[in-house]
């Protein structure tokens, strides 16, 4: 494959036959060669990147021949060359200081070798902003939807990708409108004519990466590039040096009418370390550019330059006029101006065609590819990017969680639910029948049985069936469930808040049913209620009481009948001390046993009240818990992943400062 100047002749006027190489016959006519037929019968861009060959200048303009036609007498040079061949798969492209023109290109039919090329390394705050987002995706995954962290995701792929490849090389990608001159930029930028310009639109169809050192192959190949549009600049000792380690990318319009090539500028501009935005002085102004583009774009400014170009066409001062109207316009975009030795965007002012301002801008890009900081910036601006959007889901500026208050009034909503309060004085009452039965007279004893027994069912006050309990009951553990879901949800963050009710609504699946079952079997205690010590005391006074009267009865009945002697004093004696000591008794049974009974009673209730409570808790009260302390956990990592890291270092020549102009 022959690449050869448009004029057909060389630098000295002598006509240009190197790619037309023939040999003469017999009969005077000229012949191609075996070679020169095969490298005019391949194109020039598709045999480079399907095979994976490199394209090699020869200074002297003398071809050289490939595989079993070259003689034996090149080897040495053979393996000069090779020696000095590019190994990247780019096709080469060297222009001479005497002629100032383009030269012709030789194939040389070379596998590309591999580099070995430092990886990428960030730093600390970094590293840890990364691994923050990471453990918060995960902790996030059964909570948020895939498309929520889908952007998340995209930027820890893209920063663990990123650092796998060189860390010596910065990937500079030229963005900008239709008829905005990035083209020409870029052409201007590499010294040689590389990317097609002209008045027909669109112009570039597709990304060209131009690198200006070795071993950006992978990097590259990261961003979809083929081998037939990478290209190699100018190559003259300045220029190497002031810009090695640069790959400039020259991306399609980003107002393309072919929607391809707006999606294939997109896709590259998310892959590249920095950006250049070109702008004209009729659209730098443009709603899509702003709108699109650089608003959302506001944080990755300190990678950012925002360049004026084709000042040639305005006059006076018009120039500088525009100029402060963009910066004005940035300035409202949120974008960062680096100004005052602040880090933040580069805006200059400069015209592709003509070459002014084209050496401020090498020297600026010299010194901004030499910091080695541009990758790791970006990661940093993705990150915030990535954290900004997740703020809906994470941020709250209100204190969450439950407090003791709102847990003591789901305990006491259980507790009415299951009946407590009803439960203790249940219990009390129970206890002071025991003490009746045990210290009451036998006479109202007695009489209370009878009333009992003789009394008729009308005429009582109608109670509730069972059934309207449990139904009244359940409606109050399903009201607590709500409210107890509502305050610990409130203030949380939409998906948050869902996950906190979801948790409390699961929870009070069937806990109606299991207080229940803990109201029958925490209830009232089975069989009688335990006994003071001074019970036995008052049994026996209550039958000594009695005991009286019949004495004193038996005595009177004795004397009526004529059994004993008259005496009317003593057995009367007997049956007051008898009918007036028995009540006295009771009554004094029944005022020392309100408190014992009151204890019993209030004791049975805290029981149950606590059984109602640790069921509440096992199966509301902690997957709440649960759901809010996954909360904070993912709030602590998305507060790490929102502190401010420097940029990474690549080695001992690293810059971690600002880029200022």
Known sequence: MALRPSSGEDASGRKDTRSRKRKS????????????????????????????????????????????????????????????????????RRVTEASGGEQAAVVETRPSGSQNVTPLSYDGPLRSRLDAMRELVGLSRTRLDSKTLAEAGRVLDEAAARRQLSGQHTVVGIAGAT??????????????????????????????????????????DRLGIPGRLRRRPLQSPEAEEQLRGLVLVDLPDLDSAAVQHREQAERVLALVDAIIWVVDPEKYADAVLHERYLRPMAGHAEVMFVVLNQVDRLPGEAADQVLDDLRRLLDEDGVALGEYGEPGATVLALSALTGEGIAELREMLGEFVA??????????????????????????????????????EFSARLADAVG?????????????????????????????????????????????????????????????VRTVAD??????????????????????????????????????????????????????????????????????????VGVMSPNLGVPVLLMVSGII??????????????????????????????????CGRARVLDPVAAELLRYREVREQYGRVLTTGTGAGTGAGAGAGARTR
């Open 25 to 92: 016959g017999s009969d005077g006519t000229p012949r191609r060669t075996e070679s020169s037929d095969r490298a005019a019968t391949s194109g020039r861009g598709n045999t480079s990147s399907r095979n994976g060959i490199h394209a090699r200048v020869i200074p002297s303009g003398r071809e050289v021949p490939s595989g079993r036609d070259r003689p034996t007498r090149d080897v040495p040079s053979r393996r000069r060359e090779a020696e000095d061949a590019w190994d990247d798969g780019l096709i080469a």
């Open 179 to 220: 008829g905005s001159g990035k083209s020409q930029l870029f052409n201007a930028l590499a010294g040689v004519a590389i990317s097609e310009t002209g008045v027909r639109r669109p112009t570039t169809a597709a990304p060209i990466a131009c690198s200006w050192s070795d071993g950006a192959a992978t990097l590259i």
């Open 371 to 408: 910091e080695r900081g541009a990758a790791a910036r970006r990661i940093s601006a993705d990150l915030d990017a990535a954290a900004s959007g997740l703020w809906p889901v994470y941020a709250t500026r209100r204190r969450t969680g439950l407090s003791e208050q709102a847990r003591d």
């Open 420 to 480: 407590a309060t009803a439960a203790g004085e249940a219990a009390e009452r129970a206890w002071l029948r025991n003490a009746n039965r045990a210290c009451g007279t036998p006479w109202l004893r007695l009489w209370r049985w009878y009333q009992d027994r003789s009394e008729p069912p009308t005429g009582r006050m109608t109670l509730r069936t069972q059934a309207d309990e449990q139904a009244t009951a359940r409606q109050r553990v399903e009201q607590a």
């Open 487 to 560: 305050r610990a949800s409130a203030g949380l963050p939409a998906p948050w808040a869902q996950a906190v009710r979801e948790a409390a609504a699961r929870g009070s699946q069937g806990l109606p049913e299991a207080l229940d079952e803990l109201a029958s079997r925490t209830g009232l205690p089975p069989g009688r209620p335990p006994r003071p010590g001074w019970w036995p005391a008052a049994v026996m006074v209550q039958a000594a009481m009695t005991l009286l009267q019949v004495v004193g009865g038996l005595w009177l009945v004795g004397q009526i």
């Open 581 to 614: 000591g028995g009540p006295l008794v009771e009554w004094s049974c029944k005022m020392a046993a309100k408190g014992p009974a009151r204890r019993y009673g209030l004791e049975a209730e805290r029981s149950l009240r606590e059984a109602a409570a640790g």
